[in-house]
């Protein structure tokens, strides 16, 4: 980052210089081999005559044999082309090749179908139109993510992981029995390289690219005796943000969303005493530092009619302070293996991984999104809010262990797996809109007073010691019926247990109106909405208490909104309880003094969607998944096959919530269910001496209870404003949806070193006879249907094409030259189910389709008494298609290829489109993607 970087600058040298030295063997040792081994001018060979270096170069100009991939899908290593299913691997030499680099997202430009967005440091992957809007708690992903085949249950403890990387495997489909809870729409494997015995081996990496981009990597690898060998790797990133401020720097001098400052450490052991046992142990940290990925407002652009494309930048928004992320993820895993005989083994797998997540947003004015023509006018309407911190802060901990004993075993006809599955994990959060206050009139209450509020988003959210705990057991086979027949079948069954203690407290102040004169020196201004008042809270310094360790006790929970209707419960001192959820204040904060200074003459009256503030819920269910299936080898070269199979999304916990009828939404909501009907051909061919991969399967998914998860406006209503609502999150089973698809995939060997890989992919996924409570109508609350809506993030018709070429030179020190291009084609998508389309009331009070711009929009905002009042295309989802591309091109030099120098551009064409989109009737927050990257890199290997 270019600016308010976490670690002093002396600390930034001695973290590069230690990755520098663990790789420096490599570089050293590369160099000293090549030194050695190059002919010296008086020893340099002779030029070669022409008809010797025409037959050298008559292999490259025929077709090459394509490449075995080995893969895990079935948790045994076994050829791509045998392997019953679709799935997608990528080396990490394709991982660079391919502009994919160290960034998880970049995996969809390479896997069609796949989307992977980031929200506030978390990452939501949906596959084939299968996956969860948010993954907080009680709302699991629906695919499933594994480091060295160990289940990962949070997506924030991903972390920076395609450094070292062995390969990455995407299995398309659920995966209930082979993989087990919330891999419905399918998995994604990261598998790092393990050590190597016998084996001193090593590698340097260095980086730099746009926007202060700069990259580091070491790997050494270290035998110890025969049996024994570690592998160390470290790993670094810093980029500056993309994202500049649409105010001037003499206004706001602070570094924009997006940047990044990343280390990651791994250590592996590997023990094999001899041939019947193996101990494979993983140690790993990550540090995350950055400024955050808030969202764009995008609402009132789009009701002014500037779609995303449409702005001249995109990534040039307003806001007023700079944001700060921070994620620290420790974990060590194990998988320690046993062979009975050549025909049984025992496999136990156990792992604990923790993480720490701290994220303020960038503060920006609500509704206040990117510069487009006439925002100006809005940007600095009531400036006196300019020098507001107002943001949204969340921090959240977990840490889990998982435990699995695995059997398997191969008789020559049969090969079975069976075993047992637990997972635990304790979980503590705390979300809060935290603000200057809000300061109003508030003679209502007491003649000569101010009242102010600390509620925003709801008000100050914790969850202390929830837990989840999940049980499984599973068996699995493969039967060689015949020499080219054989019968896939396996069953799971899982018991998912989730405890949620939950706490939620919105703050009322009652202030003698002459206070805040006498502590700051003027008057309020009451010309302003809301007041201006001259007390300051949230600037830099200024922290929440950390999830699990708040302090104050516990508050006396009120209700009624008048003095004669107020009813407080026991508790202890609410202003005090108030103060014991900050951490710290910031430079500038001056809410401490003033509460403190006034606590006696302030009133101060906390109030819950909870009754006694907390809430504690449990959630118990049980199901089962399973799979059959055959595979038919029509020759040693073609194999058809087909499946069915389930996959699971385990249910979950909403808070009670009512809408204004009274009527309590679900307090819970149910398992996602899905069944996969599959069938396909893989097959190697070769067309004259053209050697030709082709794979192609239709599949069908029946999706039940699918879950909704949007953010709903929930009465919460005031003396002076009736109609006030609270924003919460709610997951609901509204929905069923079907998923018809065809992919097509594979590769060509060409000639002069060409290889041209390809993949289709057709989805036809549609919502079926689903009605569900439209999020956008706010008070209205209406039921509207959703037949034939498309899901959410899925395009129709996804395609990815990657022509790669490698040139042999092998003249003086350079050995070859090789190039890549992939280009990735995305349909047309929506971004939530209502698919842009409009619903209202007619006037017998029935439910109608509307045009969407029709529809009301929440027009409450600063930005609105500025700019004047949005419509309802300040609702749309819909996102445009569009085409990615990615190159890449290196040389490879040295005696033993050792060293290589190479340059990428990731997005060639700049493209920029949403990922992501919270919509309802007064917010359309927008995720956009990457902007063009481009940078160069030096790698040493020995």
């Known amino acids: 980052m270019s600016r308010s970087k976490p670690a002093s600058s002396q600390h930034q040298f001695n973290r590069h210089l230690l990755t520098v030295a663990l790789a420096s063997l490599g570089l050293c040792s590369s160099w000293a081999a090549w030194s050695a081994e190059l002919p010296s001018a008086a020893d340099a060979p002779a030029p070669q005559d022409a008809a010797p270096a025409a037959a050298q170069a008559a292999p490259q100009s025929a077709a090459h044999e394509l490449d075995a991939v080995q893969v895990t899908g079935n948790r045994r290593v076994q050829s791509i082309q045998k392997y019953a299913g679709t799935i997608q691997s990528f080396s990490g030499e394709d991982l660079t090749k391919l502009g994919i680099n160290t960034d998880f997202r970049n995996l969809q430009a390479v896997v069609p179908g796949l989307q992977i967005t980031k929200q506030e440091g978390k990452y939501e992957i949906f596959l084939r139109g299968i996956g969860a809007a948010d993954s907080d708690f009680s709302s699991d992903p629906s695919v499933a993510t594994y480091y060295n085949g160990i289940y990962l249950p949070r997506p924030r403890s991903i972390g920076p992981m395609f450094f070292d990387v062995d390969r990455i495997e995407v299995n398309k489909g659920p995966q209930g029995t082979v993989r087990g809870r919330n891999a419905t729409g399918g998995s994604i494997n990261v598998i790092s390289k393990r050590p190597e015995l016998g084996v001193t081996s ?183 809010r300019l020098k507001w911190y107002d943001t949204f802060y969340q921090a959240d901990k977990s840490s889990s262990t998982i435990n699995e004993l695995r059997f398997f075993g191969d008789t020559g006809r049969l090969i079975w797996s069976a075993g047992l599955f637990n997972y635990e994990e304790k979980y503590d959060y705390v979300s809060w809109d935290v603000g200057n ?30 837990k989840v705990e999940s049980n499984a057991v599973y068996g699995d086979f493969s039967f060689a019926a015949t020499d080219s027949l054989r019968v896939i079948g396996g069953i799971r069954y899982t018991r998912d247990k989730k405890i949620a203690r939950e706490s939620n407290i919105k703050y009322q102040f009652i202030v003698p109106e002459e206070l805040f004169q006498q502590f700051t020196g003027q008057p309020i201004n009451t010309s302003t909405n809301p007041y201006t008042t001259g007390l300051i809270l949230g600037s830099p310094g200024f922290r929440l208490a950390p999830p699990g360790d708040r302090r104050g006790g516990d508050p006396s929970i009120c209700t009624g909104w008048s003095p004669a209707d107020l009813r407080c ?142 953010l709903i406006d929930v009465p919460a209503p005031t003396p002076t404003n009736p109609n006030a609502t609270s924003r ?39 919502f079926d006879d689903s009605m569900v409570l439209d999020t956008r109508s706010g008070g209205l609350g209406l039921i509207v249907p959703l037949d034939g809506n498309r899901l959410p993030n899925t395009s129709k018709y996804n395609a990815n094409v990657s022509l ?58 600063n930005p609105a008494a500025g700019g004047g009042p949005a419509n309802g295309l300040a609702m749309r989802d819909d996102v445009d298609g569009f085409l990615t591309v990615n190159v890449s091109a290196g040389v490879n030099f040295g005696s033993d290829n050792q060293f290589r120098i190479d340059g990428f551009v990731s997005n060639l064409t700049d493209e920029v489109y949403s990922g992501k989109g919270f919509v309802n009737n007064a917010t359309n927050i927008r995720y956009l993607n990457t902007p063009r990257m481009y940078g160069v890199r030096f790698s040493s290997q020995f």
Request: overall charge negative.
């Open 202 to 384: 090593g590698g340097l990496k260095i980086g730099a690219g746009n926007y202060d981009f700069t990259t580091a990597e070491g790997v050494l690898n270290l035998p110890i005796g025969e049996t024994f060998a570690l592998r160390a790797a470290l790993f670094d990133e810093e980029r500056s943000s993309y994202i500049t401020n649409g105010y001037p720097k003499s206004l706001f001098d602070a570094e924009g969303p997006s940047a990044l400052d990343n280390q990651a450490a791994r250590l592996s052991m590997l023990w094999e005493p001899n041939d019947k046992f193996s101990a494979f142990v993983m140690l790993d940290k990550v540090t995350e530092r950055g400024t955050g990925d808030p969202g764009l407002f995008a609402e009132r652009g789009l009701s002014a009619g500037y779609d995303i494309k449409d702005l001249h930048d995109p990534f040039k928004q307003y806001f007023r302070t700079q944001g700060k992320t921070t994620n620290d993820i420790e974990g060590v895993a194990g998988t320690f293996t046993y062979a009975f005989n050549d025909k049984v083994s025992v496999e136990f797998n156990t792992s604990y991984r923790k993480y720490d997540f701290y994220n303020r947003n960038a503060s920006r004015e609500w509704q206040l999104g990117p510069v487009y023509p006439g925002s100006e006018r809005e940007a600095y309407f009531n400036p006196e």
């Open 804 to 861: 790669s070429q490698t040139i042999d030179i092998n003249h003086g020190a350079l050995s070859s030259f090789d190039w890549t291009i992939n280009l990735t084609y995305r349909s047309d998508y929506y971004l939530t189910a209502f698919n842009s389309r409009g619903f209202g009331l007619d006037a017998n009070g029935r439910v109608i389709e509307i045009p969407l711009k029709d529809m009301p929009f929440n027009n409450g905002s």
């Open 437 to 466: 206050g809000y300061f109003g009139d508030c003679d209502w209450w007491k003649p000569g007073t101010v009242c102010g509020y600390q509620d925003g988003l709801g008000g100050e959210n914790r969850g202390d010691n929830s």
């Open 728 to 766: 919460q999150v709610f997951n609901d089973n509204a929905a069923n949806a079907s998923v018809l698809g065809l992919e097509l995939e594979g590769r060509v060997g060409l000639p002069h070193g060409f290889n041209l890989g390809y993949n289709f992919t057709y989805l036809d996924a549609t």
């Open 569 to 710: 419960g026991p508790g202890g001192n609410t202003l005090d309880y108030f103060l014991g959820g900050i951490d710290s204040f910031g430079a500038n904060d001056n809410w401490a003094q003033f509460l403190q200074k006034n606590r006696d003459q302030i009133q101060v009256i906390a109030r819950s969607d909870f009754p006694g503030g907390k809430s504690e819920d449990v959630y118990k269910d049980s199901y089962v998944d399973w799979r059959v299936g055959f595979e038919y080898d029509v020759n040693p070269q073609v194999m058809l096959y087909g499946t069915v199979s389930t996959g699971t999304r385990s249910g979950g916990i909403n808070r009670p919530l009512s809408l204004n009828d009274g009527s309590a939404l679900a307090p819970s909501f149910e398992p996602e269910e899905l069944t996969s009907y599959e069938a396909g051909i893989k097959g190697d061919y070769l067309w004259g001496e053209t050697p030709v991969r082709l794979n192609a399967s239709v599949f069908f998914y029946d999706y039940k209870n699918k879950v909704l998860q949007n």
